[in-house]
């Protein structure tokens, strides 16, 4: 079974410029995460979908940060403009279900350096 | 929101036992407690799940009291491929019926030889 693939593995840029995240959920999840992990730290939850809709984006910040789930399949991650502290693993992950209990299988991660 | 509480590192031999207990004294009815592992430059794996008394699988045991305000993960025999950071989560289940995972630092686990 293919696990959650996410592209680029690694990215740097500029403060300021712009970057997008991809990400391929395994087959048949309808549920897709995408978490904010900074070094030394455990993931954090930015947004949270259901298919193409948004279930929780509370810690997402909205000034900068942007996701989308066309179709309910792929996702896409993107921060315009990034700011020094945005420098983090971006991963994302997927599972069959919401409730309790679920397992969340996690890509491995878009590592983001901002200059 | 359920608060967990572990140790932020632990130290063990190959062939050794190892138990990481996790606190999480404000846990709901409806919440389950999972274990993730995660190596350098991966994602968290999910380890082991449960909801009380005890769970096994071919990689650990869960062991949770009656109260489920704790919960302890068993690592048999482990060896240096062992060496990780261990997260204890308690899933949030909010309406709606969706769950959200909260990360908190996790246990960094050494294994020497």
């Known amino acids: 079974e293919a696990g959650v693939a996410q592209s680029p593995r690694y990215k740097i840029i500029e403060k300021r410029q712009s970057v997008a995240f991809w990400c391929n959920p395994i087959?048949?999840?309808?549920?897709l995460y995408w978490y904010q992990q900074i070094l030394g730290q455990g993931p954090k939850l930015l947004i949270q979908?259901?298919?193409?809709?948004?279930?929780?984006d509370s810690q997402l910040p909205k000034d900068r940060f942007s996701a989308e789930r066309l179709k309910g399949v792929d996702s896409t991650l993107k921060i315009q403009p990034a700011k020094l502290e945005d420098s983090a693993v971006y991963l994302c992950?997927?599972?069959?279900?919401?409730?309790?209990?679920?397992?969340?299988?996690f890509g491995p991660g878009t590592r983001l350096t901002v200059l | 929101l359920a608060k967990t509480t572990q140790p932020i590192s632990m130290d063990s031999y190959e062939g050794q036992e190892v138990n990481i207990t996790c606190s999480h004294n404000?846990?709901?009815?409806?919440?389950?407690i999972t274990w993730y592992q995660q190596f350098p430059s991966q994602g968290p794996r999910f380890i082991i799940q449960?909801?009380?008394t005890k769970v096994t699988n071919e990689v650990a045991s869960l062991f949770i009291p009656a109260d489920r305000k704790s919960s302890t993960l068993s690592l048999p025999r482990v060896s240096l491929s062992d060496t990780a950071v261990y997260y204890c989560?308690?899933?949030?289940?909010?309406?709606?019926?969706?769950?959200?995972?909260?990360f908190g630092a996790g246990t960094r686990l050494a294994v020497h030889p």
């Open positions: 992950a997927s599972s069959l279900r919401t409730g309790n209990p679920n397992e969340q299988f």
């Open positions: 087959s048949g999840h309808a549920t």
């Open positions: 979908f259901q298919n193409n809709g948004v279930v929780d």
């Open positions: 404000n846990i709901a009815t409806n919440d389950y």
């Open positions: 449960g909801y009380k």
């Open positions: 989560l308690v899933g949030v289940f909010y309406s709606g019926g969706y769950n959200k995972l909260i």
